[in-house]
């Protein structure tokens, strides 16, 4: 009967392997593990920049909204100054009446 770690050691030959080749792949494995329990858990923290953007970009879309308001007043203004113009002139007898 072949012993286990005889037969772990033809293996190993057989297919080419080194010893320290596999306690190389040890240490890679263990530094990846302490590496990857090292790393903080949950969600990685929210970056000060997108909440810039984030405040910044409701901010235009508030002034946007607000210059579209402001132009329709104006708009509105003007024709009522228009109309105003027209009856203090006078020139609002088109209704087909004549004086």
């Known amino acids: 009967m072949i ?8 293996l190993l030959r057989r297919e080419g392997l ?9 240490e890679q494995r263990d530094a990846g593990a302490k590496a990857a ?19 910044l970009e409701a901010k235009v879309a ?8 402001a132009q329709t007043v104006i708009e509105v203004q ?3 100054s228009a109309l105003l113009d027209q009856f203090a002139t006078g020139g609002a007898t088109s209704t087909g009446e004549t004086k």
Do not use: F, V
Request: without cysteine.
């Open 37 to 55: 329990l090292a790393a903080p858990a949950g969600r990685p923290k929210a970056d000060p920049r997108d909440k810039e953007i984030a405040r």
């Open 18 to 26: 080194y010893s320290s080749l596999i306690a190389n792949w040890r």
């Open 62 to 69: 508030r002034l946007e909204n607000e210059l579209g308001k």
């Open 3 to 10: 012993k286990p770690w005889k037969g772990k050691g033809a």
């Open 78 to 80: 003007s024709k009522l």
